[in-house]
């Protein structure tokens, strides 16, 4: 190959290296990102692992079951009211009931009280009292749980179904009936709680002491 052949090819190899180097500057420069690296990346919450626990249901009944007070039965405690001998004083923060005694004493009973939404405070009177009585669900709790329904009419008292149990004393204020109740329970387990739609549940055996030693017209103090 003689000098100028090799020129021209040179010229040629080095003219066709700078159109190269120019298409390759013309072109944005490529990012590499590690596969950790998603900054770019719409964020996605993490998954939840499986835990094979039951979810709310169980936890309620362990929260209620821990913050349940033990109970040994009634007991004369001391008590500082001006109340007169024969007052009852429900304290619901207590989950208590309090028959004042005199020389400031009292009998103290332990009671379940309304659920979060339906707890309340007044004053009130024993306006009446029953035994074995018959047991009539509002038509709000119907609404709340249909399957009272069947009791509109009133569930006969006496059977272990009955959630108003052996005795009830009906609480009256200046309107009338309160729909308010102190009364036993089907349900024993629930005392020390609060797990009512309002009334105050009484163990079977010590509502009927009240019931025995309460007059009506006895004034009532839901605390």
């Not at 119907?142 to 569930?155: D, E, L, Q, S, V």
Request: charged letters at 25%; aromatic letters at 6%.
């Amino acid at each position: 190959m003689g000098v100028g052949e090799f020129d021209v090819r040179r010229r040629a190899v080095l003219s066709l290296l700078g159109l190269a180097v120019v298409g390759l500057a013309g072109r944005p420069a490529m990012a590499f990102t590690s596969p950790d690296d998603d900054t770019d990346l719409p964020r996605r919450p993490p998954k939840k692992k499986a835990t094979g626990k039951k979810p709310a249901k169980a936890g309620k009944k362990q929260a209620a079951a821990k913050n349940k007070i033990k109970y040994k039965g009634r007991e004369v405690v001391d008590f500082d009211t001006s109340e007169k001998p024969g007052t009852i004083i429900v304290r619901t923060r207590e989950r208590a009931l309090y028959q004042v005694l005199p020389d400031g004493r009292a009998m103290r009973y332990l009671v379940a009280v309304g659920k979060e939404g339906f707890s309340w405070s007044g004053v009130a009177r024993i306006g009446m009292k029953r035994k074995n009585p018959t047991w009539t669900p509002p038509a709000e709790m119907i609404r709340r749980t249909p399957k009272y329904a069947k009791w509109r009419n009133g569930m006969p008292g006496g059977i272990p179904e009955n959630p108003l149990g052996a005795r009830a004393l009906y609480l009256f204020d200046k309107g009338g009936d309160t729909m308010y109740r102190i009364h036993g329970t089907n349900s024993p387990s629930s005392i020390g709680t609060a797990a009512s739609s309002g009334c105050i549940r009484m163990l079977n055996k010590e509502v009927v002491e009240l019931f025995d030693s309460t007059p009506v017209g006895t004034k009532v103090i839901v605390q």
